[in-house]
């Protein structure tokens, strides 16, 4: 037909527009992107100032996957009835949000932002990442780190943990051996771990915490994880600016010349790779088939 391009030349116009970034919108360290596919919108949880101050300023923005700007602060810290300072990971599991912020995992209404309560973890010094299993179970990391006058200094805090029946934690793993664990993937009879204090890439079991190990990126400071529907993992490396995909024999670059890519998420209906660039206030957007 007229003015059609052909097959591969379409490929790269659809790439070429796919590409690009959400800036200059009122994100303010962003630290997580999660598609929520209810509502085909992205959540993005804003830091607001330093990650482990317990400010009360933390926001979650939701935005149209055209890079429109829905709610810049959809759930605010410094509503009333609202407490966030930190948030960083986020996960869904039914109608409820699953946050992390600091030492408490916050619960919110999906649909409305409403608050739903916290479930705090006693000795947790810096909660990270969170993921929902397909059995409903929600699991975040501790990276055990605090603030110093020269960046992060370790706590020793290093963890993963779920929670009870009664909403109380459970120590899946605790060992400074984790090196730091961050981004997090529960799928049926494990965990797959990235370690922020070094290129680690680990399995653990939920039940046992016995640890496996994977191949590992060239490049450390690991934050997300995602997997893609074929089965490869994505995962995001601050030393390497830079998101791998794994593959048969190691890894590739699926996403580089991303400065301080935090926790990425995924979104299947486009197949786009969501990138919350921590320091620069943006979210960088990627086609990844």
Not at 38 to 64: C, E, H, M, T
Not at 94 to 110: M, P, Q, S
Request: charged residues 20%.
């Amino acid at each position: 037909g007229q003015g059609r391009l052909p097959p591969a030349r379409q490929q790269t116009a659809l790439a070429q527009v796919a590409a690009s970034t959400i800036g200059n919108v009122g994100l303010e360290t962003p630290e997580s992107v999660l598609y929520d596919g209810v509502d085909d919108v992205y959540l993005v949880s804003n830091i607001n100032g330093q990650p482990l101050d317990k400010d009360g300023n933390g926001f979650i923005s939701r935005l149209a996957p055209d890079g429109r700007v829905l709610q810049l602060k959809w759930i605010d810290g410094t509503s009333p009835n609202v407490t966030l300072n930190g948030p960083k990971g986020m996960g869904l599991k039914g109608d409820t949000l699953f946050v992390a912020d600091i030492d408490a995992v916050r619960l919110f209404n999906r649909a409305t932002g409403a608050p739903l309560g916290a479930r705090p973890i006693r000795g947790a010094t810096f909660l990270n990442d969170l993921a929902v299993g397909p059995d409903g179970k929600v699991y975040v990391t501790d990276s055990g780190l605090k603030a110093g006058p020269q960046g992060f200094l370790p706590t020793g805090t290093d963890a993963v943990y779920t929670f009870d029946a009664g909403g109380r934690a459970v120590t899946v793993a605790r060992d400074t051996a984790l090196e730091h664990p961050n981004g997090v993937l529960a799928e049926a009879g494990k965990l797959t771990v990235v370690a922020f204090g070094s290129n680690a890439v680990y399995e653990l079991d939920p039940a046992t915490g016995k640890r496996t190990d994977l191949p590992r990126p060239a490049t450390g400071s690991l934050d997300g994880i995602v997997r893609l529907p074929g089965g490869a993992l994505l995962v995001s490396s601050w030393e390497g600016q830079c998101v791998y995909r794994s593959t048969a024999d190691g890894y590739t670059v699926v996403a580089d010349s991303v400065e301080s890519p935090a926790d990425i998420g995924y979104d299947p209906t486009r197949h786009l790779l969501l990138i919350p660039l921590f320091d620069k206030n943006e979210i960088a957007i990627r086609p990844v088939q």
